[in-house]
């Protein structure tokens, strides 16, 4: 029997595309060194301005010692910095650095070479994935 992606149920063919342009993607990341999750947390803190460890997990849904982890190599790379919390002492905000705001503006640049280039099929693709 002949397996072509023509016959593939539409759900094992947007799993299969996710996963090429995941590959894709955190290939070329890498190579600027940004790890995958590197860019979620300074995607939602430059979208959203300095704020806590723990507002930044609950926005990228993974769990908060993971954002820990995530953000101590983010601040040794000179990603982000954390700095005490005016009010809160024991608190610490959490900021993207130059490097940052620019390893960032680097990475849109990526999406897009990953990424199908027609605007109406991005806009398309994007309200199908929102609405689900």
């Not at 995941?22 to 947390?41: F, T, V």
């Not at 005490?84 to 990526?110: C, F, L, N, Q, Y």
Request: avoid cysteine; aromatic fraction near 2%.
């Amino acid at each position: 029997m002949d397996d072509t992606t023509d016959e593939w149920p539409l759900g094992r063919l947007l799993s299969a595309a996710a996963r090429s342009v995941e590959r894709d993607w955190d290939e070329r990341l890498r190579a600027i060194g940004l790890p995958h999750a590197a860019l979620i947390a300074l995607d939602i803190l430059i979208r959203t301005g300095p704020t806590g460890a723990d507002t930044l997990a609950r926005a990228a849904r993974v769990q908060p010692q993971t954002m820990s982890r995530t953000l101590e190599r983010m601040e040794r790379d000179g990603l982000v910095e954390r700095t005490p919390h005016p009010a809160d002492r024991r608190r610490r905000v959490v900021s993207a650095t130059e490097h940052g705001r620019g390893a960032w503006e680097t990475a849109k640049h990526i999406e897009r070479e990953v990424l199908p280039d027609d605007p109406a099929l991005r806009a398309a693709l994007r309200a199908v994935l929102t609405d689900r």
